[in-house]
C-alpha cells in the first residue's frame, strides 16, 4: 500500500479497495473498514478482539456466513498471489454462489500459488455426527459427497492438492496469503447461520498460528483425493 494507491481511492469513492488494503488502512486511523467505505464493507458487530499476546485489535466480524458480500468471496480468491487454504466439511456454497469458484482455483494454481484443500469425507462418523447435531441428516452427508464429486476431476492437478479428513471441525478456515476467513460453527447450526470472522495475518500472529497449525495437523491425516473422471 503506497501513496499511488491512496490517491486512487480519494479520486474514485468507487474504488473498489482490497480487503487487506482496507483493513491495514483502517487499523492505522483506528477505525473499521466500514467507516472508510461504508458502501463495500458492511459494519463488524465486534470492533476489538483481545489476545493474551498482542492485546486489543481490530478485525471484521460477520453475525453470520452469509453477511459477508459473495463479491467479498470472489475477490477474496481471485487475489491470491502466495497459497490458498481451505479447511471444510462440505461448502457447497463455494460452488452454488462463487461464480467459477474452480476455474479461479484453477488458474491461481496454473500461475503458481500452492492451493490445499481439505473436504470432508462423506463416508465417516464424524461426517454422520454433524448431519445429526444440525438436524439435518443425511443433507450433510450428500453436500460433501457433492463437492467432493465436484473436486475429483481436478486432483493431481499441479499445485493443487485436495485431500478428504474426518475430523469434527470447530472452525471453517479459508486462507488466502495473508488474509483469513474464519467461519466458526456453534453446536446444532448450520455454518451458514455462524459469525464469520475476517483476519489479518498481522492483526494477531498467535491467533493466526494456532489456526494455522489446526490446519496443517489435519492435513497430516487426511488422505489424498483420487482422480475421477
Same mark, same amino acid.
Request: hydrophobic residues 40%; contains cysteine.
Given at each position: 500500500?503506497?501513496?499511488?494507491?491512496?490517491?486512487?481511492? *480519494?479520486?474514485?469513492?468507487?474504488?473498489?479497495?482490497r480487503?487487506? /488494503?482496507?483493513?491495514?488502512a483502517?487499523e492505522v486511523?483506528?477505525? #473499521?473498514?466500514?467507516?472508510?467505505?461504508p /458502501?463495500? @464493507?458492511?459494519p463488524?458487530?465486534?470492533?476489538? *478482539?483481545?489476545?493474551?499476546?498482542?492485546? &486489543?485489535? #481490530?478485525? =471484521?466480524?460477520?453475525?453470520?456466513?452469509?453477511?459477508? &458480500?459473495?463479491?467479498? +468471496?470472489?475477490q477474496? @480468491?481471485?487475489?491470491?498471489?502466495?497459497?490458498?487454504d481451505?479447511?471444510?466439511?462440505?461448502?457447497?456454497?463455494? @460452488?452454488?454462489?462463487?461464480?467459477?469458484f474452480?476455474?479461479?482455483?484453477?488458474a491461481?494454481?496454473?500461475?503458481?500459488?500452492?492451493?490445499?484443500?481439505?473436504?470432508?469425507?462423506?463416508? =465417516?462418523?464424524?461426517?454422520? *455426527?454433524?448431519?445429526e447435531?444440525e438436524?439435518?441428516?443425511?443433507?450433510?452427508?450428500?453436500?460433501c459427497?457433492t463437492?467432493v464429486?465436484l473436486?475429483?476431476?481436478?486432483?493431481?492437478?499441479?499445485?493443487?492438492?485436495?485431500r478428504?479428513?474426518?475430523?469434527?471441525?470447530? #472452525?471453517?478456515? @479459508?486462507?488466502?496469503?495473508?488474509t483469513?476467513?474464519? /467461519?466458526?460453527?456453534?453446536?446444532g447450526?448450520p455454518?451458514?447461520?455462524?459469525?464469520?470472522?475476517?483476519?489479518s495475518?498481522?492483526?494477531?500472529?498467535?491467533?493466526?498460528a494456532?489456526?494455522?497449525?489446526?490446519?496443517?495437523?489435519? +492435513?497430516?491425516?487426511? /488422505?489424498p483425493?483420487?482422480?475421477?473422471?
Amino acid at each position: 500500500m503506497d501513496v499511488k494507491t491512496v490517491r486512487r481511492w *480519494l479520486a474514485n469513492a468507487t474504488y473498489k479497495v482490497r480487503d487487506d /488494503n482496507a483493513h491495514r488502512a483502517a487499523e492505522v486511523l483506528g477505525c #473499521t473498514p466500514h467507516d472508510l467505505w461504508p /458502501n463495500q @464493507f458492511q459494519p463488524s458487530t465486534a470492533r476489538a *478482539l483481545a489476545t493474551n499476546l498482542g492485546g &486489543p485489535f #481490530t478485525a =471484521t466480524l460477520y453475525a453470520s456466513r452469509t453477511q459477508l &458480500p459473495i463479491t467479498a +468471496w470472489q475477490q477474496h @480468491f481471485a487475489d491470491a498471489a502466495t497459497g490458498i487454504d481451505i479447511l471444510v466439511l462440505a461448502a457447497t456454497f463455494l @460452488f452454488d454462489t462463487l461464480d467459477g469458484f474452480l476455474d479461479t482455483l484453477l488458474a491461481a494454481a496454473a500461475r503458481g500459488v500452492q492451493v490445499r484443500f481439505l473436504i470432508g469425507d462423506p463416508d =465417516t462418523a464424524a461426517t454422520i *455426527l454433524r448431519g445429526e447435531e444440525e438436524g439435518i441428516g443425511e443433507a450433510v452427508i450428500a453436500r460433501c459427497r457433492t463437492s467432493v464429486e465436484l473436486l475429483a476431476p481436478h486432483a493431481g492437478t499441479p499445485g493443487l492438492h485436495i485431500r478428504t479428513h474426518d475430523t469434527t471441525l470447530y #472452525t471453517s478456515t @479459508f486462507r488466502v496469503d495473508d488474509t483469513m476467513i474464519v /467461519n466458526f460453527h456453534i453446536y446444532g447450526s448450520p455454518g451458514r447461520n455462524n459469525p464469520v470472522l475476517v483476519l489479518s495475518r498481522h492483526h494477531e500472529p498467535r491467533l493466526w498460528a494456532t489456526l494455522e497449525q489446526a490446519f496443517a495437523h489435519i +492435513w497430516d491425516s487426511a /488422505n489424498p483425493l483420487i482422480r475421477k473422471g
